[in-house]
């Protein structure tokens, strides 16, 4: 059922861990509902030089948390804020339909986590 | 290294050779209709007559109460609606549980949006119904008692005789859906006070898409398919002879191997429960701890996914089933898993293992050394893990 792609993700997912000190940490989803995505970002002059995620829940939760972070590193927080949802599928070869929400999780993790950033700087929108 | 382990038995078993091999004959030799005057009709008519005999046998049923189905899911939609539209003028209650497969639970359901009154008993922490609840439950508009032999999920093993006697007492038809159970526990059907009986051949190393439903005489129950006068009148259509042999096979195997079977699978999935629980932390036995199939061993495994965990088993050659979400298709766990009160997130995080005939004790090693290893793998990339950790006591 999954694409070769998101079984890479899977099995040797990027980016795990945390960061001490983050510049920007989003959490959402919730345990009730079997997903939990925290993505931790270290951010330098808008630019992301640093992500890794902790996730809790499937394995295209996993590989959307994976791919979401790579696709970010090295992008600057206003190319990172673009992020899509499509992208994130489209990156891992498609997602099944149900599975569709797994990357919607793994783009409002991202936001969440630029969003703190920015607040934290005193500029949230 | 290749390795494979089957583990998920109660999802489906393979058909034994020597099943496959009575079946056989009966696509390109015997294949005539039982229906048909002819001496291939003929030869067709003894072969399910023998079938048949041999699954009353199994049951210590008549053979004029089988009636071949293509199925379990048939076989407790036939005996559920069957029952309740036959008998609307005593009543239009009906009494099932909680925990009951989707073929129950869903046929109650639509009931319940034609006119009938459903009451789903709740069941302990183990998966046990209380008798006294169903006693309680009971009305003089009660027309239907369904209560599953055997838990699915998590193995637990009602107490279907009292429940027999009291549905006796009160003159109330009694079904069990025993699709897990049959091959698994002794059933006498008489002894047992059962007025019907779903089974399913593929459960007990028969063939797919052949099923049974024991209907006991004088029940008043609708035909289900209309069309024929095959299976006396009640569920026409050309019979599924070579499945029809399969499970007659079976069953007569199963039974026959019942003791040797049970005493295997018991200590196989003691000695796998309790080696995970003591090599995991944070996990737990979900099902009763004696009053369980024997191949039946359903675990949770808090802070983790169970989809990602099934995944991750099939990558190392284990196959395994999971009640979480994910692997359901809908937003929420296992009924089942809620209904003994776990939490939605501790309900996400379970894993089945049903072992059959198959497994073996270097199967049960290489699942203790494997899987210890991919829940701390999981768990190393969860956030709940760090966060709860060591803060409270597992439930």
Redesign the interface.
Known sequence: M?SEQV?DH??N?RN?G?IENADGVG?VGN????????VYLKIENDIIVDAKF?????????ATSSMSTELIKGKSIHEALKLTNKAVAEALGGLPP??MHCSVLAEDAVKAAIEDYLKKQGRAE | MGQKVYMDHAATTYTKPEVLEEMLPYFTEIFGNPSSVHGFGRQARRALDHARERTAKALNAQPSEIFFTAGGSESDNWAIKGTALANRDKGNHIITTAIEHHAVFDTCKFLEKNGFEVTYLPVDEYGMVAVDQLKEAITDRTILISVMFANNEIGTIQPIEEIGRIARERKIYFHTDAVQAVGNVPIDVEKLNIDMLSLSAHKFYGPKGVGALYIKRGVKILPYIHGGAQERNRRAGTENLPGIVGLGKAIELAVENMADHNARLTSMRDRLIREILSRVEYSRLNGHPTKRLPGNANFSFE??????LL?SLD?KGIAGSSG???TS?S?D?SHVLLAIGL???IA?GSLRLTLGDDNTDEDIDYVIEVLPEIVTRLR?????F?QNKGGREFV
């Open positions: 999954y079984m899977f099995i997912p795990v945390e959490q345990a009730k509902c079997g997903d939990i995505m925290k902790k996730t809790f829940g499937c394995g295209a939760a996993i149900v599975k | 802070f983790i996914e169970g989809e990602a995944l990558l979480s979400a994910c298709g937003l766990p939490p939605h997130e996400h190393e990339m969860s956030p709940l760090a």
